[in-house]
Every structure is written in C-alpha cells, then in structure tokens.
C-alpha cells in the first residue's frame, strides 16, 4: 500500500485533485433511489456539499 501511495504522488496527481472550495464540474448520476441527480438542479436550490466515499475496502 505505501508503494502505491507514493508511485500516485510521484505521478503528479496531487497537483491536479479539487480541493475544498473548488467549483465541481457539473454532472449528471443515477441515484439510489432511481431519478437522476444532476449537479445544476441541485445549485439552484442553494449551496451543494459533495463528499465522497471510497466503498467497500
């Protein structure tokens, strides 16, 4: 795992992660419950707060 971690650091990919504050891209995914949910729907009620969750280990 800590060869893996640092072979992704070394690959620059740190310098090109969002970061808290960062506008998301819009975007468009099927939810759990069915409809899909689209990033510019959700703007228009307000602020959105993204978080993301790795799954399963």
Not at 29 to 47: D, I, M, N, Q, W
Not at 49 to 54: D, E, G, I, K, T
Request: aromatic content about 8%; glycine content about 10%; cysteine-free.
């Amino acid at each position: 795992m800590n060869a893996g971690t640092e072979s992704l650091r070394a690959s620059g990919i740190l310098e090109r992660v969002r970061r808290a504050g960062d506008r998301a891209p819009l975007f468009a995914r099927p939810s759990v419950a069915g409809p899909t949910v689209r990033l510019k729907t959700l703007l228009k009620r307000g602020p959105v707060v993204l978080s993301f969750f790795r799954g399963r280990w």
